[in-house]
Each structure stands twice: as structure tokens, then as C-alpha cells.
């Protein structure tokens, strides 16, 4: 994963000339990350046009990028609801690497039907539980070279059931292995209590359970903030776009805050 290393020196250098800025940074990595691999993904016509119009969101070439996601790796998608990354990981995938799909089996519905759909894109999928629990099918230890979570972890810490997620996740991955996180960003000034109803997380939070399973820091970005966003919206971050929680209520107002701000955190298992 040699291009981790030089994303981000490219990034330490623009943040060190012009400060944390989402368009600094999005520059930086589109510039190191002009990979032609992830970008035939996400201009695969298999993806849904829907999912295509978010891109301006969640900057996926960027965000991949930055987590270092290589097409011959073995990448396990925590709870994939219904398929978003999963559209652009099964073909960058599909040839020579291998993608898990993990998650409760109601929970995996999204990514059966994509398969069903189209078994040529998808049929190569391999799915397990998580958290899993017992004798349920489980991603083997130690073979994952990236587990990637987008939006998950405040699910996670609302249920009190972060330490177990971080734990299996942990043991998924290989020595060196990339743990990356995307969430909903909450100020380190916020009261606490506001990560357990609104869908926001502080980062130390993040820091704190994945630092505790056995993980270190090893990058983040600011690939996917959106000033914008004050959250402290009436519906949490349900509030915003896609979910629009408040119905027509404000919906204009909240379609141009855009998705959410959020932090972009990059983990290793060490060796």
C-alpha cells in the first residue's frame, strides 16, 4: 500500500500550506489518487443512477483512495444497508481481490438483492454476520487487508455495542491491515449525551474504541466535511439529506446543508 504513504505526505503539505480545508485536502487526493481502477467502479453502469447523484456527498474516489484500497486486497464492508459502497467495491474487486459483506441477516437484504440482480457484478460477494456471535458464518481472522465502515459506529455507540464491533473488527484484520471509518462529526465541545440521540460522534470518541480494541491512528481527512452542516438539527442528522426525517419541514433549507459533516479516520492494525 505504498500509495498511503505518499497520500499522505501530499496531504500533510497542503494542510501545512493552507490549513484543514475540504477542497485542500480533495484536491490533494484527487490529484495521488487519480487511480483508474476506482474510477471505472464508480463509472460502472451497474451503478444505480440514485447512488451516482450522492457522489458529490461522500466523495468515494477520494475516500477510497485515502483508505488505500488496492483491487487486489480482501475488503470487508461492515453493514453495507443497501449497497451504496457496495456498488463500486464488487467490480473494483470482482477480478482480483475478494469483498465480505457483513452484517445481521435482515441486514444483509440490500446486498442479496444485488446479487440476485446481477450475480455477474455480485455473485462473487461472500457474506457473514457482525456482529457475529456463536457458531454464525464470521470473516476468518487475520484475513482482511481493509475493513471499511461508512456510518455505522454511532448505530454502534447508541446500542452500547462499540467495544464488541471494534473488537471483531480488529481480529478480521491482517497485521498492517487499514481500518477505515466515515461518521457523522459532532464537536469535541458538545455534551456527550448528544452522541446517544442525534446520529453524531465526537472523533474521540471513534478514537477512544478503536484505540481500545488495539488499534493506531494513522491518518484522517477532511475529505467529507461540510461546514455547513451546524448539526443541531430537530431529527439529529436524520434531519438532513437523504433520510429528510422532518418530512417537507424545512426541506429546502436542509437540501442545501447537504449530507452531513464528517469525519474521514484512518486506523492500523500494527504488525
Same mark, same amino acid.
Given at each position: 500500500?505504498?500509495? $498511503?504513504?505518499? &497520500?499522505?505526505?501530499?496531504?500533510?503539505?497542503?494542510?501545512?500550506?493552507?490549513?484543514?480545508t475540504a477542497s485542500a485536502e480533495r484536491a490533494a487526493a484527487a490529484s495521488v489518487y487519480a487511480d483508474t481502477s476506482i474510477a471505472a467502479a464508480m463509472a460502472a453502469e451497474t451503478r444505480t443512477p440514485a447512488?451516482?447523484?450522492?457522489? !458529490?456527498?461522500?466523495?468515494?474516489? %477520494?475516500?477510497? /483512495?485515502f483508505f488505500g484500497v488496492e483491487p487486489d486486497d480482501?475488503?470487508? !464492508?461492515? #453493514?453495507? @444497508?443497501?449497497g451504496w459502497y457496495t456498488e463500486i467495491l464488487a467490480p473494483l474487486l470482482r477480478e482480483s481481490g475478494m469483498l465480505w459483506a457483513v452484517a445481521g441477516e435482515k441486514q444483509l437484504a440490500g446486498v442479496?438483492?444485488?446479487? %440476485?440482480?446481477?450475480?455477474?457484478? =455480485?455473485?462473487?460477494i461472500r457474506l457473514a454476520a457482525f456482529p457475529a456471535s456463536g457458531g454464525e458464518a464470521r470473516v476468518p481472522d487475520g484475513s482482511a487487508d481493509v475493513v471499511?465502515? &461508512? *456510518?455505522?459506529?454511532?448505530? #454502534?455507540?447508541?446500542?452500547?455495542?462499540? !467495544? %464488541?464491533? &471494534?473488537? $471483531?473488527m480488529y481480529a478480521m484484520l491482517k497485521p498492517g491491515g487499514v481500518l477505515g471509518v466515515v461518521d457523522h462529526r459532532l464537536p469535541e465541545s458538545a455534551d456527550a449525551a448528544r %452522541?446517544?440521540?442525534? @446520529? =453524531?460522534?465526537?472523533?474521540?470518541?471513534? *478514537? *477512544?474504541?478503536? !484505540?481500545?480494541? /488495539? &488499534?493506531r491512528l494513522a491518518g484522517e481527512s477532511e475529505i467529507n466535511a461540510n461546514w455547513r452542516d451546524s448539526k443541531d438539527h430537530p431529527n439529529g442528522v436524520w434531519s438532513l439529506p437523504p433520510t429528510y426525517r422532518g418530512g417537507a419541514v424545512d426541506r429546502e433549507r436542509f437540501a442545501a446543508i447537504g449530507e452531513s459533516d464528517r469525519m474521514t479516520l484512518r486506523f492500523v492494525k500494527p504488525k
Open positions: 500500500m505504498i500509495r $498511503q504513504s505518499l &497520500f499522505a505526505a501530499v496531504a500533510l503539505a497542503a494542510l501545512a500550506a493552507c490549513g484543514p447512488n451516482v447523484a450522492r457522489d !458529490e456527498w461522500r466523495h468515494p474516489r %477520494e475516500t477510497l /483512495g480482501t475488503v470487508v !464492508e461492515i #453493514w453495507p @444497508g443497501g442479496r438483492a444485488l446479487i %440476485e440482480k446481477d450475480p455477474a457484478t =455480485y455473485g462473487k471499511l465502515t &461508512f *456510518r455505522n459506529v454511532h448505530n #454502534w455507540v447508541m446500542a452500547d455495542r462499540g !467495544e %464488541e464491533a &471494534f473488537r $471483531q %452522541e446517544r440521540t442525534s @446520529g =453524531y460522534l465526537k472523533v474521540s470518541t471513534v *478514537r *477512544r474504541l478503536a !484505540e481500545a480494541a /488495539g &488499534f
